[in-house]
């Protein structure tokens, strides 16, 4: 089973957030990922959230990387701060301080690691599976052989002499 990658670079500026919404739901579809418009809104939403971090917290180049495999999508983000992302409380009036919570609700698992040049941060999400593999795994039922119950004619009679 290969990984598709995807590696998108930005400047770091506010204004890119809704361009990497719009380039990593392009890379997904480009991958023949038969996204619903649930699915699209969750991508969406959690690059959003990882980047804006990363945005508001940094300084310089946000990078964003694409894992893809049949039915799972990684949502990496790098940038140059080596400070952990810290999900807080937010109280009920106010309109930030919840992303971190949404992209764990939103994600199979999500984490965080120290790089050289400051951290990663990421998000696995369950997708569908692309058309090929779906297509792959039909195919297989129909045209694999199934497992023999008893071996060969041939084998059978030459354990009896």
């Known amino acids: 089973m290969s990984t598709r990658t995807t590696l998108l670079v930005y400047t770091g500026k ?14 997904v579809r480009a991958w023949d990922v038969p996204l619903d418009a649930a699915a699209e809104d969750t991508i969406r939403l959690v690059t959003s ?15 964003v990387v694409l894992y893809h495999q049949p039915g799972h999508l990684v949502i990496d983000v790098l940038d140059h701060s080596p400070t952990p ?16 919570e949404l992209v764990d609700a939103l994600a199979t698992s999500t984490g965080w690691e120290p790089t050289q040049s400051g951290k990663r941060v990421w998000a696995l999400l369950k997708v569908p599976a692309s058309a090929p ?5 039909v195919l297989r039922q129909f045209f694999t052989r199934p497992t023999p119950t008893r071996p060969p004619r041939a084998l059978a009679l030459a354990d009896v002499s």
């Open 14 to 27: 506010k204004d890119e957030v809704a361009l990497a919404r719009r380039q990593v739901v392009g890379a």
């Open 49 to 63: 959230e990882l980047v804006t971090n990363a945005v508001q917290h940094t300084d310089g180049p946000v990078t």
């Open 85 to 100: 992302p810290l999900p807080r409380t937010a109280g009920t009036a106010e309109e930030r301080g919840r992303g971190l």
């Open 133 to 137: 593999t779906q297509r792959a795994t």
